[in-house]
């Protein structure tokens, strides 16, 4: 027998196990794959979390602006206003907590501001897109429609841009030297816009302007309301006029004994405006249990913290005078039931912030236009059913908050850019969703998630500074780095080093691995081993 044809373990030789092509044994192979994290799936914006985490991590933080802004334009204002559902899909939070993802993205959105970093125009297409109404969704539109190069006019009834983030959203949460800023920067790629100046007629204003399609993004600004029995001597106003009238700095009625009807965020949002504004006390009534109640977590927490009373499961059957009648309610099968007991409850003004539906009256010269269940009626691609003219955002079926107004934003622009050059908006298919059990967990050290500073609740209600604050450059690189890379390749260099074939091959930085087919026994050990579910095993064609 030749000496350079024995195998390794009787020759000895280096390289020499080579000669023997065990890949012919294998019934199984494993494969490198490129998987979708879970974080991205359940950002509406549709952002590359995990790409700019590793940026950050690096400290490349213009490159993850960029990356951000890519598909998001307002990082700093979604810093403080989002609702991370990218958080609450993290697969760290079954290991630990979560990655602190709207924390970090706040800090890069004012890695932005600090640096002036803006955006570019494309190149001029020559075709006109009008957008009625400037808050995220019309914003987040013009944005993308501008970097694909088509004009873009905007139409706004208020004085100042920015709808539901500005009218909406208190300044504790949102500063307005943040919104302003986000907000002139995409002005400034050539966005035309008309403050104070409603459209009564879309095609007439269409056509007249020569615009050659058009974006509704008008919101949903029509308050809800309620009949209650008995002769009420108290002022009843809505959520939105008094969010409104805070932010213009109009009277907003918010004095004395204040009750609030809802359970939902902007419920909230005016229980804290009226502690801000001293209120003698407040008091939220919902119908919900407190664990169903729609507004979020730690909009109640940090409610109660500063003073607001909670009355869940209980509702408003009457009013006579400043007294109003409360039923109590029990938990039911699908929602409360009365249980036929009542109380009385002293009060000096009730806001009422039941939910809001589109203004219809916009509409009223547009018979094509149809509004069902309250919102716009719109195909998978946004297109009402006349032809160019699209809607998104509170307008649209949605899930009314500001993340989901920016998705719907880049989604109409792209659905537009698409109808402008003859043709449909196909969204890229996505990849498999990495799972946790896909994952392997025991190699991510112990790492505490940061905390993010919060005013104390005593100096919180005495006005409208922000209540969360920032990140430092140290804190958002860490909390970057404890992100898993969930379903990607970060070249740990695990299944190179656990691979007893030798069958993996080195491609250098950045370029990742390959395997060598011909000397791989189908183990699957570098599937079990890949910290980050890069790998998967696959049957064998025969």
């Known amino acids: 027998m030749n000496q350079q044809n024995k195998p390794f373990a009787i020759t000895l030789d280096v ?3 080579h000669l023997n092509k065990t890949g012919s044994w294998r019934s199984m192979r494993p494969e490198y794959v490129d998987r979708l994290p879970p974080c991205n799936k359940a950002c509406p914006s549709g952002e ?15 490159q993850a602006w960029q990356l951000i802004t890519r598909d998001n334009p307002f990082p700093a204002v979604m810093g403080r206003v989002c609702y991370h559902s990218c958080e609450g899909a993290c697969n760290r939070g079954q290991l630990d907590l979560p990655v602190g993802i709207n924390s970090v993205e706040r800090f890069i959105g004012d890695q932005g501001l600090i640096n002036n970093w803006q955006f570019s125009a494309g190149t001029d297409t020559g075709k006109k897109v009008m957008i009625i109404g400037s808050g995220p969704a019309g914003l987040a539109a013009a944005y ?3 970097r694909l190069g088509h004009a873009v006019t905007m139409f706004e009834a208020a004085v100042k841009p920015g709808g539901m983030m500005r009218y909406g959203i208190p300044k504790y949460r949102l500063p307005r030297e943040k919104l302003n800023a986000e907000i002139d920067r995409v002005l400034d790629m050539g966005v035309d816009i008309r403050l104070n100046q409603r459209v009564d007629d879309i095609e007439q204003t ?3 302007g020569g615009f050659d399609a058009v974006l509704i993004a008008i919101g949903a600004q029509h308050s809800r309301h309620l009949e209650f029995a008995g002769e009420p001597s108290i002022p009843i106003i809505d959520a939105l006029t008094v969010l409104r009238d805070t932010e213009l700095e109009k009277h907003n009625r918010l004095v004395g004994r204040v009750v609030v009807y809802g359970g939902g965020n902007s419920a909230m949002d005016v229980a804290r405006t009226a502690i801000r ?6 008091t939220v009534v919902a119908r919900q249990e407190q664990q169903h109640l729609t507004a979020h977590r730690f909009e109640i927490k940090e409610a109660v913290e500063e003073g607001t009373r909670l009355m869940t499961l209980h509702s408003i059957t009457a009013i006579n005078g400043n007294e109003l009648t409360l039923e109590k309610l029990k938990p039911g099968d699908s929602h409360p039931v009365a249980t036929g007991e009542t109380e009385t409850f002293s009060a000096d003004v009730l806001v009422l912030a039941v939910g809001q539906d589109v203004d219809e009256s916009v509409l009223e010269n547009s018979p094509d236009l149809a509004v069902e269940n309250g919102v716009i009626a719109v195909d998978e691609r946004l297109q009402t059913k006349s032809p160019g003219i699209f809607a998104a955002g509170d307008a649209a079926p949605s899930q009314r908050n500001v993340t989901s107004a920016l998705g719907q934003g880049k989604k109409a622009a792209r659905a537009i850019h698409a109808f402008l050059n003859g043709s449909l908006y196909q969204p890229a298919p996505q990849h498999e969703v990495v799972e946790f059990n896909m994952l392997e967990p025991w190699y991510y050290a112990d790492a505490p998630r940061t905390a993010q500073p919060h005013l104390e609740a005593v100096r919180r209600k005495n006005g409208f500074a922000e209540v969360v604050g920032d990140l430092d450059s140290e804190h958002a690189t860490y909390e970057s780095r404890r992100c898993m890379s969930c379903g990607n390749c970060f070249e740990c260099d695990n299944c190179y080093g656990i691979c007893p074939d030798n069958a993996i091959k080195k491609l250098g930085p950045g370029k990742g691995f390959e395997f060598k087919y011909d000397y791989c026994k189908g183990c699957g050990m570098c599937e079990a081993e890949c910290p980050c579910g890069a790998i998967r095993m696959v049957a064998e064609e025969i």
């Open 48 to 62: 590359d979390i995990q790409g700019w985490l590793s940026l950050t991590e690096e400290k490349k933080y213009h």
């Open 144 to 146: 993308h429609l501008r």
């Open 15 to 17: 390289g020499s196990s």
């Open 206 to 208: 269409r056509r007249e």
């Open 277 to 282: 504004m001293g209120a003698r006390d407040v």
